[in-house]
């Protein structure tokens, strides 16, 4: 999946259950719409997620004004 992180048994990205969570769709929804999904997996996403905005460094640019 080029390098992105996956639902282990699937193929089914980090970045695909979060935008389908994002665009309304309910946990049962997906689990329902791809079988080899399991709600443990869903949460390892939201988990895995949380942990790497949780780590991310901001790093502030000051804009010159033109």
């Given at each position: 999946?080029?390098?992105k992180p996956v639902i282990?048994?699937t193929?089914?990205?980090?970045?695909?259950?979060l935008?389908n969570l994002?665009?309304g769709?309910?946990?049962e929804q997906l689990l329902?719409a791809?079988?080899?999904l399991?709600?443990n997996?869903?949460?390892?996403?939201?988990a895995?997620?949380?942990?790497?905005?949780?780590s991310?460094?901001?790093?502030?640019?000051?804009?010159a004004?033109?």
């Amino acid at each position: 999946m080029l390098g992105k992180p996956v639902i282990v048994g699937t193929r089914l990205t980090v970045e695909f259950i979060l935008e389908n969570l994002a665009a309304g769709e309910s946990i049962e929804q997906l689990l329902a719409a791809h079988p080899t999904l399991t709600r443990n997996g869903v949460q390892a996403a939201l988990a895995y997620a949380a942990e790497m905005l949780g780590s991310e460094t901001v790093i502030p640019v000051e804009i010159a004004s033109a």
